[in-house]
């Protein structure tokens, strides 16, 4: 889906110069968060800026790292045997994320580990464990979110969603490593 979002200057009423300064470090800084791209565009003869992102690419591999938007990455593992369905389970993780926390998928790592040795409670019922690690958008929301589309998820499967625990850690930017470095540089 091409997304397309026009900023008409000519009919943003501002108090004063320093709030439309303000609003444009804005713009600034998540053109930097999530790669968009500006461009000057002219709509109905009227001057403005377009911001665009189509499907999402990653940002270059050599862009600074502290520019890009991180990682969310799950690792799950279950006591269950997912079968041929656990492609499918793994990607549609990797939806809920994208989803729950406006992280582009092409950053989203997904581990899942079925037939595992695990047990909750004492018992060897079905059930599973998970740790989710991101930089930023770790928050009460998200997490809800992402625990309740992985239990429809593993629930076909016998995993009751009060028989799993997923842990959420918000991880700092020198924390996590890509492309040999880390995300802050």
């Avoid at 000519?10 to 004063?16: P, V």
């Avoid at 189509?54 to 006591?79: K, Q, R, Y």
Wanted: proline share 4%; with cysteine.
């Amino acid at each position: 889906a091409h997304i397309d979002i026009y900023i008409r200057f000519e009919r943003m009423r501002y108090n004063s110069n320093s709030q439309l300064t303000i609003f444009l470090i804005y713009l600034v800084s998540i053109r930097n968060a999530f790669c968009f791209t500006t461009r000057p565009i002219s709509v109905e003869s009227k001057s403005c800026t377009s911001l665009s992102m189509s499907h999402f690419t990653p940002c270059e591999l050599n862009a600074h790292p502290s520019s890009l938007p991180g990682d969310p990455s799950l690792i799950l593992v279950t006591n269950v045997d997912l079968g041929d369905k656990k492609l499918d389970i793994m990607k549609a993780c990797s939806k809920a994320i994208e989803a729950a926390t406006g992280k582009p998928e092409a950053y989203i790592g997904v581990s899942v580990s079925d037939k595992a040795d695990v047990i909750f409670g004492g018992s060897a019922d079905p059930c599973a464990l998970g740790n989710l690690y991101s930089i930023g958008a770790i928050s009460m929301e998200s997490n809800g979110a992402i625990h309740s589309a992985i239990s429809d998820l593993l629930s076909p499967h016998g995993v009751d969603a009060s028989r799993m625990y997923i842990n959420y850690f918000d991880m700092d930017r020198a924390n996590v490593g890509w492309n040999r470095k880390t995300f802050a540089g």
